[in-house]
């Protein structure tokens, strides 16, 4: 089943900004996805192609991405003739049709996007969903359903408030299905949403993009008893933990943190070594229902990373920004023991079988996985299914509401009823450390 026609176009991702969408017809019929585009890059990321035309959306469309897909990428790859099935060939070729290390020449959302769309191709050739497709290219043979991780509360660079760390998410790791965590979430959400227009000014029941409140609390500790109370007034302690994304790299000034970096008159002498920021963290762990602590330290801060892995025994130590989704970062994490659990997101390698790649690589090695969307992600859904074709044991698109965040989730629900009694929810498993 060879490609018929490839074509690409640019669309308005959830944050308002343009990213590509692509759509692929074969002899069963159009196939089309949308990427999520960048929020800020990291070093180890491949590189988004963007025009920097600043008469057109601030210099942030990607009519250049397009092109490149639609008058090179398509009548190349259609050329080759290959079978949607053949990911990694295709992926290979369109790698090759690059050139470059980090797809700078064609743009890596162009790259990933055509990617992507091969896939859902690919498992409707196989005549299979796109989960099971998904697995099979990752050597899965079990298939288990995610935690999710919600964000609840907003701080860091995202938020004017006084938490300078950036998500406060609660995980339903006491859960006995998906669709049972799904309604502790909400539940928790909603209540806390009630809790704020009872306390606060109406203002602070709106979200910020990831759907987390931003909540006008002055220390961190503040925001870990009011997201503690919450679980316990839903009667939930036990059952829900807490999940922090502290985005330290955002905090790391002159070899060390600052918590007040919000604050212009912070001082440097008060700023946090990676040893003493390490130390908040253990006390949170021991003080709170905190299982999870996300980019706890910047992402070249290695040593720190290594000596908190080491301490942190059972909870998890998770690393989104440290790895980028990049092989050869992933395997520095293994060899450095920097890590016990590290992040995968779709668009930072710039093709799946890429994304494929590192999550072997991490699984090989007896790390945890979690699957993560974008700030400028799309309504599109294959993210639940990858996720769960992965059998990654844990997700997160943000807070349970917003269209492109909630389709996931409800995408989820749908794979699990789909599924009936073969389903199996990971639970306190997440992490794949009970195995």
Same mark, same amino acid.
């Given at each position: 089943?060879p490609?018929?026609?490839?074509?690409?176009?640019?669309?308005?991702?959830?944050?308002?900004?343009?990213?590509?969408?692509v759509?692929?017809?074969t002899?069963l019929?159009l196939?089309?996805?949308?990427v999520?585009?960048?929020?800020?890059?990291?070093?180890?990321?491949?590189? *988004?192609?963007?025009?920097?035309?600043?008469?057109?959306? @601030?210099?942030?469309?990607?009519?250049?991405?397009?092109?490149?897909?639609?008058?090179?990428?398509?009548?190349?790859?259609?050329?080759?003739?290959?079978?949607?099935?053949? *990911?990694?060939?295709?992926?290979?070729?369109?790698?090759?049709?690059?050139?470059?290390?980090?797809?700078?020449r064609?743009?890596a959302?162009?790259?990933?996007?055509?990617?992507?769309?091969v896939?859902?191709?690919?498992?409707?050739?196989?005549?299979v969903?796109?989960?099971?497709?998904?697995?099979?290219?990752?050597?899965?043979?079990?298939?288990?359903?995610?935690?999710? @991780?919600?964000?609840?509360?907003?701080?860091?660079?995202?938020?004017?408030n006084?938490?300078?760390?950036q998500?406060?998410?609660?995980?339903?790791?006491? #859960?006995?299905?998906? #669709?049972?965590?799904?309604?502790?979430?909400?539940e928790?959400?909603?209540?806390?949403?009630?809790?704020?227009?009872?306390?606060?000014?109406?203002?602070?029941t709106?979200?910020?993009?990831?759907?987390?409140?931003?909540?006008?609390?002055?220390?961190?500790?503040e925001?870990?008893?009011?997201?503690?109370?919450?679980?316990?007034?839903?009667?939930?302690?036990?059952?829900?933990?807490?999940?922090?994304n502290?985005?330290?790299?955002?905090?790391?000034?002159?070899?060390?943190?600052?918590?007040?970096?919000?604050?212009?008159?912070?001082?440097p002498q008060?700023?946090?070594?990676?040893?003493?920021?390490?130390?908040?963290y253990?006390?949170?762990?021991?003080?709170?229902?905190?299982?999870?602590?996300?980019?706890?330290?910047?992402?070249?801060?290695?040593?720190?990373?290594?000596?908190?892995?080491?301490?942190?025994?059972?909870?998890?130590?998770?690393?989104?920004?440290?790895?980028?989704?990049?092989v050869?970062?992933?395997?520095?994490?293994?060899?450095?023991?920097?890590?016990?659990?590290?992040?995968?997101?779709l668009?930072?390698s710039?093709?799946?079988?890429?994304?494929?790649?590192?999550?072997?690589?991490?699984?090989?090695n007896?790390?945890?996985?979690?699957?993560?969307?974008?700030?400028?992600?799309?309504?599109?859904?294959?993210?639940?299914?990858?996720?769960?074709?992965?059998?990654?044991? *844990?997700?997160?698109c943000?807070?349970?509401?917003r269209?492109?965040?909630?389709?996931?989730?409800?995408?989820?629900?749908?794979?699990?009823?789909?599924?009936?009694?073969?389903s199996?929810?990971?639970?306190?498993?997440y992490r794949?450390?009970?195995?």
């Open positions: 089943m490609i018929k026609l490839l074509l690409a176009r640019q669309i308005i991702n959830a944050t308002g900004r343009p990213t590509i969408e759509d692929m017809v002899e019929g196939f089309r996805i949308g999520p585009t960048l929020d800020d890059k990291k070093p180890g990321e491949a590189i *988004q192609l963007l025009d920097n035309n600043p008469a057109e959306y @601030h210099g942030l469309g990607v009519s250049n991405a397009v092109k490149n897909v639609n008058t090179i990428i398509a009548p190349e790859l259609i050329k080759q003739n290959l079978e949607v099935t053949m *990911q990694k060939e295709i992926d290979q070729f369109m790698i090759a049709l690059d050139g470059t290390e980090n797809k700078s064609l743009g959302n162009a790259i990933m996007c055509v990617s992507l769309v896939a859902k191709a690919g498992a409707a050739k196989k005549g969903p796109l989960y099971r497709h998904v697995s099979d290219m990752a050597g899965v043979t079990t298939i288990i359903l995610p935690v999710p @991780h919600f964000t609840i509360l907003s701080g860091g660079k995202l938020a004017s006084g938490l300078p760390f998500e406060y998410c609660i995980m339903p790791t006491g #859960a006995a299905t998906f #669709a049972e965590a799904m309604r502790m979430g909400t928790i959400y909603h209540f806390v949403k009630k809790n704020i227009e009872s306390k606060y000014d109406k203002e602070y709106y979200v910020s993009d990831n759907g987390g409140f931003p909540i006008p609390l002055a220390t961190h500790r925001a870990l008893l009011f997201l503690t109370d919450a679980i316990k007034q839903c009667q939930y302690l036990g059952k829900v933990e807490i999940a922090i502290a985005a330290a790299t955002d905090m790391f000034k002159d070899g060390a943190y600052d918590i007040e970096f919000k604050n212009p008159n912070s001082n008060e700023y946090l070594s990676s040893d003493k920021l390490a130390e908040v253990l006390d949170n762990i021991k003080e709170f229902p905190v299982c999870s602590i996300e980019d706890a330290f910047a992402f070249d801060d290695w040593s720190a990373w290594t000596t908190l892995t080491a301490r942190i025994l059972d909870k998890q130590l998770l690393g989104n920004d440290l790895t980028q989704t990049n050869v970062r992933v395997g520095m994490a293994v060899e450095k023991k920097a890590a016990n659990a590290l992040t995968l997101r668009n930072q710039g093709t799946l079988s890429e994304v494929v790649e590192a999550f072997k690589l991490m699984k090989s007896g790390i945890g996985v979690m699957v993560e969307d974008r700030w400028g992600d799309t309504d599109d859904l294959f993210l639940a299914d990858f996720v769960i074709g992965l059998s990654a044991g *844990q997700m997160k943000g807070a349970p509401v269209g492109e965040r909630v389709g996931k989730y409800n995408q989820v629900l749908r794979i699990e009823e789909e599924l009936g009694a073969l199996k929810y990971s639970g306190r498993n794949g450390q009970l195995l």
